[in-house]
């Protein structure tokens, strides 16, 4: 696919920055064809709750800056997941209890990409608060009667049908690297307490993790490079033949088949193409940390969510009453047990994973669902509660029907190996995809909204 | 002390709510008293940074309210802390660059508490970003030319010379317990989680822990129920007699006279009083623990400042830039192991800490140094590591001279037994101080501004 064949917002974000950067386009041409893209589009996608009335004039003032001050992202147009606070657009965290409201500043990560040239398109659907209650009204741009996924529902589907190159997103369950299964995008959730959760709704202090969208390993690379994730861990340097271990994890019972053949496939090609590919069982005691992870989310989210309950009452939707009220009913001891046991499942998940350059994983437990909730997070919260980085490749199945929905994998690696990470990830994700990623036939994509 | 014979600012925040629960005195007349206090004393202790203009409106208010629409704190004046976004009064976290920024919202903790009832009176002096870079300008109530301490600067002076009766903190090293110690009154940091931060400055998202001032243990056992601290783990049911261990931590060389003669005099008192009191040596290990949380904390500040040092350049104050340039020069490989360093410790300190109702140990090194710099904090910053919920309680010292400057003990138990610790502080209080904190003698201080 050549560029000039492309409409620019098919470009990724690293082609259009080198575009950009040699004035083969302008940031105002660039964010015209993007709103262009989403004034066609999100009608029947609805990934967007409010588009930015200034992203126009923004791109023209950009336009004009002299060449040495223009900041690694100039002029590039990305979307943010709203739940990040922003100056100049409402940020509701989809929650009636939160329409319209309009905050005094950006959120931090938002700040950050700004400062270097970012242009914020506007703000995608969630999942309310990223936790619970209220779904994203988000389709699935490859099929619309299907879940995005959630709960960066709309950013996930930005990316996925062109309307931005990459998009800001969270996750504290499975909440950025499910969506991206179900679409057909990259994604990358970093280590844990890497990026800066200031100005961003909090949902659980030791999961809430930023993470964003692209639609190549290079765009998720440039956010990261952005967001200091670039610094190397002194890890041993890897050969010419990647190590990788593929599990399915504790869960395996709850796999469909789409996502066993997505993890077959990849690890025959990976094979094929001359890595080392191992099976790998985790420890029996992994099993717990799914437990684990609702004990400390749902008792940081009765944290999280206490004055909303005290204030708002039943104007608040019962799945928050549900943690305020402690309806698991769990005690502190059980508390300290799971923190004590996500502790101790960091310091061994590391040990093993240090075995290997890349450890691969399911990222859902098969396609998007039909409907619009948010889909199973088993097969990530266990990664987030480890703290590790993890990032989506799609990956194409040779199916039987023209148009398969997508499916991705996990690739995941020890705490701290961002870089490595998105470095081993970049040469998987060749071997994967001889093709673009599974979101060529998008645009011909036509199904009704349920 | 009999309440007809104090004003009413000097009251405890629970002898406000009873006199306000039968009408013996209303919200607005505690709330002038609180004012005039201020009026009276900030020019010389300047623990405010805003004063709420709307709090006598606000006090009216409350007044008119039914009876049964009345919170737990119904017309209880506070401080609050400048790092908490309120949506009526600016928040500058003591930063050049925030001046006069006005947030759109309360912070979470702030939310909580007005939604009970409490009038925030306004906010209150910090260290910049309750982090580094400026001294809060806050003079010690017992003696102006010395430091209040930092961060909670304001905070604690606020508490200690009767402008408020309650205040708001937040601990990322030391800066609520030892600003406490510094002030002479009680103060409570919570089990690490337990309190939302959401609406706050973050600093260390490991550590970033709200905390509070009062004048008794019952004041501060008071917001930790409306903070929902007040569930019981559930350990062995103690005994008449305490089972209390001392302790001066690891850095038992920095401890100064004062502060070795406050945990002396603190054992010898209540084993006189028939507690049992053991002498407890922790762990050779322990001693990495300080060194693991400036290794945790600078690369978390790393993250939290990124956007500022990224947007404003040299009028960030260097401090931060220390943060984000990685001055320390600390490897991911450092960050990982001060983690795991932490998680172990957690665990290991709550297997010794069971074994007793309380730990005791050092607030400080020593009574407030001269000048405005926040102090030590090496020996609270382990115990922030460790998560574990700290108080401090002034302790009365037969001292040679007629006003000795305030020194309190730091009480300590397991993680998430906060409404234990709450209980036995005030059994060792009363043992302490057979009088009231020492905070007696404050209105007759006056020093001179340095």
Redesign the interface.
Known sequence: MSLAASSPNQLTASEMLAMLADDRISARDLVAACLERIEARDGDVRAWLAVNPQALAEAERLDALPRQRRGRLHGLPIAVKDVFDTHDMPTTYNSPLYGG?????DA??V??LR??GAIVLGKTDTTEFAAAGQDARTGNPHDLTRTSGGSSAGSAAAVADFHVPLALATQTGGSTIRPASFCGVYAFKPSF??????GM??YA??FDTVGWYGRSVADLALLASV??LD????LAGSQDALKIAVTTGPFHDRLEDASLEALATAAGRLREAGHQVHSLDLPADFDALDRHHRVILHR?G???F??LA??HGTLLHDDFHHRVDNRDRT???D??EA??GM??A??AF?EIATNYDVVIAPSAAGVAPVGRKPGDPVFNASWTLLGVPCLNVPIDLEASGDQPLPIGVTLIA???ADSHLLAHASRIAEVLNAKAPGIKNVRECRGSRP
């Open positions: 409201f309009q905050p005094a500043a931090a990560a700040d950050l400062a270097e307490g890497r990026v800066s959760r200031e709704k909090l202090v030791s967001f200091g610094e190397p861990l002194l940081e009765q944290a999280a206490r004055n005290r204030r005690t502190l001891t508390l300290r923190y004590d502790a101790l960091r310091i590391d020890p705490r701290f």
